[in-house]
């Protein structure tokens, strides 16, 4: 469309510029060649008119001044904070003669591709860690892979599939059309959707079912918009959701609520797990989580009596002990309850119209890639000799094993890093000091970002300028709308990540990539399988919610839509939920669910907790910022400008804290200034503060790093993690710390 001088044009947010993981349909209001105004498209099925703090302040976020929109190259000491601006030609030749340089020293496995969370950057990033032969590639500062990997293999493993809250997100006319139904009951567990739209959900789905009914079951140790409106609001401990879950699933079984014909007909393993959460009495339960024990007993029973029922889950529950397995008890509590692959229940979740941003079979990797990595997936990636899990799920690295193999150099070097969408020292890592104590090792460091920050100041030797949403051409095919992203604008000399690692992709391996001379023929080769092209796609107005068939609900396992045999049921070895994993057992990790104590707790710990009486709580996020991002935006930062710690009134009288002074939080690896805010919000003997807080407005050189060591929470959170299976417990949500004062001049 366009009015007067002004293009207005539809576009989808995934990637840099408001940060998330969402699909929202916005318009971009664009004179020459600039971004004016954006605005949320009410015509979108996903957002329905609806946008972020983030998304409306784009314009400062794109034409910020400190944004780098050349390539640099260090020209001081690392982490001196001395760049030059390069050309792109320079900068792309120093990648690959320096990574060549490597991989003829020690292997290709020597280098490691770190990427942060799950915008479009998975795609772009497997494909140069995999034409350049690396096998490791992985979230490197997460801790345990501790969000949303754990989910993912507890629901693969149970229901053969992922399965996610239905708000009607896979109909075009959403809650109006005829085959939903709205749920009774949400019960929204670690998670606070409204602020963060995480792993392809819109928060507001929530609110648009309360609107219509839905009751809430809030599962939180503090307290949120959603647990002041939720009809149960069961305040637990800290990491103690396992054994929550545990307890419901025994109220359900033993009250004998739950939906009998689905356990018999579609489930495995019913028996064993009756046995196994016999010994979860409410009793002992409450003891644990400090849940009352009638809370437990009443919210067990109103989850399993008002179908369809359904779960929206959050990061929280990855950042349990064992992870895998706390997922795994809430997976059960939506199947036992039969609220699987029905309206408003668990909706099975497959990649819109088939389409993957990225290959994932072994023949597909072969072909692209060659027998070699495939091998070194096998044999050389991080973890996987260590942990059948990580070998068997996902093709990622363990990150804890990875840091550590970064520092010891065994059992090999690693010489190299490939930093793309991720701000390690800022916000991803727990252990941060040891983290950056390690990588400082490295010979080579490339970080893809758009602003510096603590890694590419204290890391980088090139950085590369990435473009957000509205300069790159990208698509997306997370559950549904499939959608392509389209550039609109050019700043500066940005390039779009896909476009960088193309042609660094092209120049390490040009005969498996030669079918494609530029990113749009490869996006087109990744449509094919949805019979469409970018420019199709495009002329439809850039998304298409999915077709009839296996990609799109209800009941498929009764159609036989599930697995590729194309018999009813479930894609599980067995054909059915597997209530007792046989994907599990495989991995060598417990078959049933079960419950772990963090590794520093009061019971876990007493010595360590009467020292650090206080549990620490990070990361409850705000909607003013994308984990270490947008700092420097003024609108939001505005709205927050300090780093805030939220104490309970009671907790403050015995530290003597005032609200708005300044303290300390720390522990034995340090300690981190925040700004006391008094608030019910949390409960007495528990804190919680934002992760990612770097000040842009201090020091970029060493030693300052934008008061990263001063503001850096992560510098508290131990790890490694500790787990059986490689997966969760990063202890981002269980830290044991103390309050202090900071003296009058002191740091
Ligand atoms: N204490 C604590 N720490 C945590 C958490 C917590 O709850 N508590 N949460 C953890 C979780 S769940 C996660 S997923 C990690 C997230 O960790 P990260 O994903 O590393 O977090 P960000 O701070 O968003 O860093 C992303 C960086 O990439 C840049 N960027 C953004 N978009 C793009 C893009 O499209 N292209 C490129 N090239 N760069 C881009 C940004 O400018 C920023 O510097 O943090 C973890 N850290
Ligand atoms: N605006 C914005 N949106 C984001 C992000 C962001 O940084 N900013 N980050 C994105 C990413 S990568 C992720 S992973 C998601 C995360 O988004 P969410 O899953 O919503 O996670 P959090 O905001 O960390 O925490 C949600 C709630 O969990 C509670 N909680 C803390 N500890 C526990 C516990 O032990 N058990 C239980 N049951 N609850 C606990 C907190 O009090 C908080 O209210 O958000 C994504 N969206
Ligand atoms: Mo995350």
């Known amino acids: 469309m366009r009015t007067k001088d002004v293009d207005i044009f539809r576009t989808v947010t995934w990637s840099a510029g408001a940060g998330c993981h969402g699909n929202c349909g916005q318009k971009l209001y664009v004179k020459d060649n600039e971004v004016i105004k954006v605005e949320g498209d009410e015509d979108h099925p996903w957002n329905q008119g609806r946008s972020c703090p983030r998304v409306l302040a784009l314009k400062q976020y794109m034409y910020h001044p400190d944004r780098i929109t050349k390539p640099l190259k260090r020209i001081g000491k690392r982490g001196e904070g001395k760049f030059e601006e390069i050309t792109w030609e320079e900068a792309f030749d120093t990648c690959e003669d320096r990574l060549r340089e490597i991989k003829e020293k020690h292997?290709?496995?020597?280098?490691?591709?770190?990427q942060g969370t799950g915008r479009d950057i998975g795609g772009p990033i497997s494909f140069l860690a995999y034409s350049y032969g690396s096998p490791n590639w992985c979230q490197l500062g997460l801790s345990g892979q501790s969000c949303y990997t754990p989910r993912l293999g507890a629901m693969k493993a149970?229901?053969?599939?992922?399965?996610?809250?239905?708000?009607?997100?896979?109909?075009?006319?959403?809650?109006?059309?005829?085959?939903?139904?709205?749920?009774?009951?949400?019960?929204?567990?670690?998670?606070?959707?409204?602020?963060?739209?995480?792993?392809?959900?819109?928060?507001?789905?929530?609110?648009?079912?309360?609107?219509?009914?839905s009751k809430i079951i809030s599962v939180d140790p503090r307290h949120t918009w959603m647990t002041t409106r939720a009809s149960y609001h069961l305040q637990l401990r800290p990491g103690t959701d396992g054994a929550l879950a545990l307890g419901m699933l025994n109220v359900i079984i033993n009250e004998n609520i739950y939906d009998k014909d689905f356990v018999e007909k579609?489930?495995?393993?019913?028996?064993?797990?009756?046995?196994?959460?016999?010994s979860y009495t409410p009793a002992k339960v409450a003891e644990i989580t400090e849940v009352p024990e009638q809370m437990i007993v009443e919210a067990a029973k109103f989850f399993a009596c008002n179908s369809p029922a359904a779960v929206q889950w959050g990061v929280a529950v990855d950042m349990c002990p064992e992870a895998t397995t706390v997922a795994q008890a809430i997976t059960h509590l939506s199947c036992i309850t039969g609220n699987i692959?029905?309206?408003?229940?668990?909706?099975?979740?497959?990649?819109?119209?088939?389409?993957?941003?990225?290959?994932?079979?072994?023949?597909?990797?072969?072909?692209?890639?060659?027998?070699?990595?495939?091998?070194l997936m096998n044999e050389k990636r991080i973890g996987c000799d260590t942990y059948p899990m990580v070998k068997g799920f996902r093709g990622w690295a363990q990150p804890d094993m990875a840091i550590e193999q970064i520092a010891t150099g065994k059992p090999y070097p690693i010489k190299g890093a490939w930093i793309q969408t991720a701000n390690i020292l800022g916000g991803q890592a727990a252990r941060a000091k040891y983290h950056y104590d390690a990588l400082k090792k490295l010979d080579f460091i490339a970080v893809v970002d758009l602003f510096h920050n603590p890694t590419t100041m204290a890391l980088a030797d090139i950085v590369l300028p990435a473009a957000t949403f509205a300069e790159k051409d990208s698509f997306r095919s997370w559950w549904t709308p499939l959608s392509i992203i389209k550039k609109r604008v050019q700043v500066g000399e940005c390039k779009s990540d896909w476009e960088i690692n193309f042609e660094l992709a092209k120049r390490?391996?040009?005969?498996?990539?030669?079918?494609w001379d530029t990113v749009i023929d490869l996006i087109n080769s990744r449509l094919s399988v949805a019979g469409t092209n970018f420019d199709e796609m495009e002329q439809k107005g850039g998304w298409e919610m999915a077709p009839k068939g296996s990609t799109r609900p209800y009941r498929r396992h009764e159609r036989g839509l599930l697995r590729p045999d194309g018999k009813a049921g479930f894609f599980t070895e067995t054909g059915k939920i597997e209530l007792w994993s046989k994907a599990y057992e495989g991995w060598e990790i417990d078959p049933l669910p079960y419950f772990k104590e963090p590794p520093q707790s009061p019971v876990t710990t007493p010595e360590l907790f009467k020292k650090y009486p206080l549990i620490l709580i990070t990361g409850a996020r705000s909607n003013l910022f994308f984990h270490s991002e947008h700092r420097m935006v003024p609108w939001l930062r505005e709205k927050a400008k300090d780093p805030i710690v939220e104490i309970n009134p009671e907790t403050a009288v015995k530290y003597n804290i005032y609200d708005g002074e300044w303290i300390h939080i720390e522990n034995d690896l340090g300690k981190v200034k925040r700004k006391a805010q008094l608030t019910p919000?949390?409960?007495?003997?528990?804190?919680?503060?934002?992760?990612?807080?770097?000040?842009?407005e201090l020091n970029g050189p060493e030693p300052d790093l934008f008061g990263l060591w001063d503001y850096q929470i992560n510098k508290l959170v131990p790890g490694p993690q500790g787990s059986d299976s490689g997966f969760g417990g990063g202890q981002y949500k269980t830290t044991l710390v103390t309050l202090s004062k900071i003296k009058e001049g002191g740091v």
């Open 266 to 278: 579609w489930t495995y393993g019913f028996d064993e797990l009756r046995e196994r959460v016999k």
């Open 158 to 213: 149970t229901v053969g599939d992922f399965i996610v809250a239905d708000c009607s997100q896979f109909l075009e006319k959403r809650y109006e059309d005829p085959e939903y139904e709205v749920p009774k009951v949400i019960m929204v567990w670690g998670n606070n959707p409204i602020t963060t739209c995480p792993d392809g959900f819109f928060g507001h789905w929530i609110v648009d079912c309360m609107k219509r009914g």
């Open 508 to 515: 390490f391996n040009p005969e498996g990539l030669k079918q």
């Open 107 to 114: 292997g290709a496995e020597s280098v490691i591709f770190a």
């Open 681 to 696: 919000k949390v409960k007495p003997g528990h804190i919680q503060t934002l992760h990612g807080w770097w000040l842009p």
């Open 341 to 375: 692959d029905i309206p408003g229940g668990q909706v099975i979740a497959r990649p819109s119209h088939g389409v993957t941003t990225y290959p994932y079979t072994s023949e597909e990797l072969r072909g692209l890639y060659g027998d070699d990595v495939v091998k």
